[in-house]
């Protein structure tokens, strides 16, 4: 099997752990590589590295093809947490541009022959690739089928048309109702951009026929945390087939990869008494919100560990002396799975990036939600409204958000103190999102241990794959 995903880190890794989970299922029939440009051949071999060694991340292999010189990128720059400020829209027009991408993937394609494609929805055409070869072709969704499904309904209804005062119901969807402003919505459903993004009708028209013709659709959630939007996927006919195999980053690792020192900060503090931060590995944040976030955290009293990934950001004068140790701050990676997994974290304040979701359900811990970009003000209704796991940062109505950072307004430090004084108070918010997260926990390992929901789909995933291949190809793994 050859995965090949888009140039982020959001999306090599749950890539690499479908690779890992198929090469475990049946190592004995699969055979699974992960295809990438050089720069992000890193990104799997630390993906690899976190689960520790075992006989199914040895069996995993990494290949490369070359990343094309893209206007306005510097050589080696080739991962969307790499760029700088807006520079992201070049690597995701460079990742959507058939003529740039193609020759590429498909060279890599042919010399290695696969028996099966798992492609990167951004990657449509590969879906005609694996059509001439003769071989299956299988599209993988980093994120959920409630964010993906809401984009869809919204982008065939026609946003601008649909919308009231400025805000959009998603149509076709099951209670309760879907309420987003356009401001929130991505690039490409606002019709801004297209020029600079990649995405437009054509495009998108052409992401949807792959996606329809491709022999199925793999995502990385589970039916009991989606089942009326996994069983809206199948019933409506978008795909052939759907197998729902998260969440992806179980079983995880026994011991904290590299260093520990926001482990052994959080031995000394109580149980559920430490609020997290962290906004992924590419979600731009302004210096200007970095300070008015610090000076609101510090007010609330609470103790926090914070991740924070910006290279001129300083805090504000004296701030470090008088928080002490109540607060850590961590520049650059964080071992974010182990920190959830610590009983000493109380809330998890999210951009609400689908990996980081299904960390904290896998967690069991409550969030408090700040979407900045893409798709992440949909799942932030997911997570709010749907199953009640969390509450936003910022009221509704308080300020305008946009997936346009030009257009964000600065949530302040007062509205930052009191949301989390609030969630974080005995009784209150978050101890009913936290009992509500915690039974997902519990189905979320059940999904994934032997005989449950998403063990059941990889396994028949990997049994259709065998029963599609041509009648005389033996024993050759897949």
Not at 46 to 53: D, E, I, M, T, Y
């Amino acid at each position: 099997m050859l995965l090949m995903p888009f140039f982020a880190t959001s999306h090599i890794a749950p890539f690499t752990d479908l690779a890992f989970h198929l090469a475990a299922a049946m190592p004995d029939i699969v055979e699974a590589t992960v295809a990438v440009t050089p720069a992000n051949a890193s990104v799997v071999r630390s993906a690899l590295a976190r689960r520790g060694p075992n006989d199914a991340t040895a069996t995993v292999k990494v290949t490369t093809y070359a990343f094309p010189a893209v206007d306005g990128l510097p050589p080696g720059i080739e991962n969307l947490s790499a760029v700088k400020g807006e520079d992201w829209l070049h690597i995701n027009a460079a990742a959507l541009n058939e003529a740039l991408m193609r020759p590429g993937q498909e060279s890599l394609i042919r010399e290695i022959s696969p028996d099966v494609i798992i492609t990167d929805m951004h990657f449509f055409w590969n879906v005609d690739v694996a059509a001439d070869l003769g071989v299956p072709c299988i599209t993988f969704h980093v994120i959920g089928t409630f964010p993906t499904l809401a984009m869809s309904h919204m982008e065939l209804a026609g946003v601008n048309e649909t919308a009231t005062d400025g805000v959009v119901t998603v149509p076709h969807f099951p209670a309760p109702d879907i309420r987003i402003p356009l401001t929130e919505l991505p690039y490409f459903l606002r019709n801004q951009e297209e020029e600079v993004s990649g995405r437009d009708v054509i495009t998108d028209d052409r992401m949807g026929s792959a996606l329809s013709r491709c022999f199925g659709l793999a995502v990385n959630t589970f039916f009991d945390l989606e089942h009326g939007y996994c069983e809206l996927y199948v019933a409506n006919g978008y795909v052939k087939r759907a197998y729902f195999l998260g969440p992806l980053s179980l079983p995880l690792p026994e011991a904290v990869p590299g260093n520990s020192q926001c482990i052994d900060w959080l031995d000394k503090k109580p149980n559920n008494s430490v609020v997290y931060l962290c906004f992924g590995t590419f979600v731009p944040v302004s210096d200007a919100q970095l300070q008015e976030l610090a000076l609101g955290l510090e007010a609330s009293g609470k103790p926090f560990l914070w991740v924070v990934r910006s290279d001129s950001w300083a805090p504000p004068e004296e701030w470090t002396e008088r928080v002490g140790d109540r607060g850590m701050v961590v520049t650059g990676w964080a071992p974010q799975t182990a920190i959830l997994a610590h009983p000493a974290v109380g809330a998890f304040v999210t951009h609400c990036g689908w990996n980081s979701v299904m960390e904290t359900v896998v967690a069991g811990v409550p969030v408090l939600t700040w979407p900045v970009v893409f798709e992440q003000f949909i799942t932030e209704r997911f997570v709010t409204q749907v199953l009640a796991i969390g509450a936003r940062m910022s009221p509704e109505g308080d300020g305008v958000r946009s997936t346009r950072h030009k257009e964000n307004e600065l949530v302040p430090a007062q509205v930052v103190t009191q949301a989390v004084s609030a969630f974080m108070e005995p009784g209150g918010e978050g101890d009913a999102a936290r009992s509500r997260v915690k039974e997902l926990s519990v189905k979320a390992r059940a999904a994934m241990a032997d005989g449950g929901c998403s063990h059941r789909d990889l396994r028949r995933l990997i049994d259709d794959l065998m029963k599609a291949r041509s009648a005389g190809a033996g024993a050759t793994p897949l």
